[in-house]
């Protein structure tokens, strides 16, 4: 006998799918359900209206957007993403079933502290070898920093961030410009932000906050270091701060500038060690100003890595040395590279790894949406699944039925 719930659930998918495929792309019902029904075929609308611009309600909060891609080939990920596709094709039989299914998830994409060869198990306290350089080897104070690094994780479940649905991954990639562009000379990944385009109209026109975006940053760093980089535990990466457009409006901004005294803190704390270069571009003569506020909140050997340049041929010349092939073009300030008008960041994700190139489109920034699509749709697949199956609704739905 067919599950009525289940059956309920798929004509309505089915039905909301018809709707929007014929619906104007500037109607509001559009807007809001375009880009979950595309997160459920798993690839991009040709003209996805992700971002709400106007202020916010019921018809134009952005709505649990999701990326993806029709492709299939392998990712950098260490997940198996085809067993977790496969637990979202398989129809669970029971609440045991979808209960199973989503503590295997969990527990394929649960993460802790510790690393292996990081140094905790030879450590007679059990604490990773970066906490002890952050510490310069003070054993008091790296073991109280890594028990408030454990309480931090505890706090806001990090070890299963990966396997919750990212419901405003596009949102705040477009309240704060940032991407993976690739691996630079050393293999290093290549983590851009663009800090002066950070859009606080946006995020409030979306019912977003400071801490979705701080939430969000820990997301990627998690995927970062255990999908895209697991091993070795020493791994590094090398930052680019476009400061491109910062002004003293920013300085005079207590919201920019509290986020930003937070997320250096977050980060300083929580991921020590972990920043091989820090190359600030695109500097204006009185970023070092700005960069007075933030300095002591920064340790002596982060501040040892930091270069700060101001564009030109000497700064393209730094670029193109360290980053290598992952340069970015828009980074560039030379001849025939426009400078990038603000606004134009919200970009379409290309549709094959074909497409990527160095920027918001590389390899990088193509796997991580996948990765987040796939997870995103397995636990909507599991949540729907164990609603229809769960009895008291069972029950109710047969009731209505008989009147």
């Known amino acids: 006998m067919i599950n009525p719930i289940l059956a309920v659930g798929v004509y309505c998918l089915f039905a ?9 792309t500037n109607s509001a019902g559009s807007r809001i359900l375009s880009p979950l029904i595309s997160a459920a075929r798993g690839s991009w609308h040709r003209n996805p209206s992700f971002i709400s611009a106007k202020k916010p309600n019921l018809q134009y909060v952005l709505f649990q957007t999701r990326g993806g891609s029709d492709e299939e080939e392998g990712s950098t990920a260490v997940i198996d993403t085809e067993a977790a596709a496969d637990v979202a094709e398989s ?3 029971s609440d045991d079933t979808s ?10 994409l649960t993460f802790t502290a510790t690393k292996p060869h990081d140094g905790s198990v030879e450590d007679p306290d059990g604490i990773p070898s970066r906490f002890l350089l952050m510490k310069k080897n ?6 109280a920093s890594f028990e408030e690094h454990l309480a931090w994780r505890e706090e806001f479940d990090i070890d299963t961030i990966l396997s ?12 704060l410009p940032h991407f993976f562009s690739g691996r630079d000379s050393h293999n290093n990944i290549v983590f851009v932000q663009r800090p002066a385009a950070m859009d606080f109209e946006l995020m409030r026109n979306n019912n977003s906050t400071i801490d979705d975006l701080l939430l ?9 270091w255990n999908i895209l980089e697991p091993g070795p535990p020493e791994g590094v990466m090398t930052n680019v701060l476009d400061m491109r457009g910062l002004s003293f409006r920013n300085m005079k901004n207590q919201e920019y500038i509290g986020f930003g005294k937070r997320f250096v803190n977050m980060m300083s ?3 020590p060690g972990r920043s091989y270069k820090t190359l600030v571009v695109n500097a204006p003569k009185w970023f070092h100003a700005l960069y007075k506020i933030f300095k002591p909140l920064l340790r002596e050997s982060t501040r040892a890595k930091i270069v700060i340049l101001k564009a030109g041929k000497h700064q393209d010349a730094a670029l193109k ?3 290598g092939d992952s340069l970015p073009k828009d980074l560039l300030s030379g001849e025939g590279h426009e400078a990038p008008v603000l606004g134009t960041r919200y970009f379409l994700p290309v549709e094959e790894r074909e497409q990527c190139e160095p920027g918001p489109n590389s390899l990088e920034e193509f796997d991580m949406r996948q990765f987040v699509s796939i997870f995103y749709c397995v636990n909507l697949f599991i949540f729907v699944s164990t609603l229809a199956s769960f009895p008291l609704i069972y029950l109710f739905v047969s009731f209505l039925s008989l009147i």
């Open 138 to 143: 003070d054993r008091a104070e790296a073991k």
């Open 164 to 175: 919750r649905p990212h419901t405003k991954y596009d949102v705040c990639k477009a309240m």
């Open 91 to 93: 129809t669970p039989d």
């Open 216 to 224: 969000h940053y820990i997301y990627v760093i998690e995927y970062c």
């Open 269 to 271: 704390a929580n991921y």
């Open 321 to 323: 040395e360290i980053l």
């Open 16 to 24: 909301l799918n018809n709707d929007v495929a014929s619906a104007s």
């Open 99 to 108: 209960s199973n299914a989503t503590e295997a998830l969990r527990r394929n």
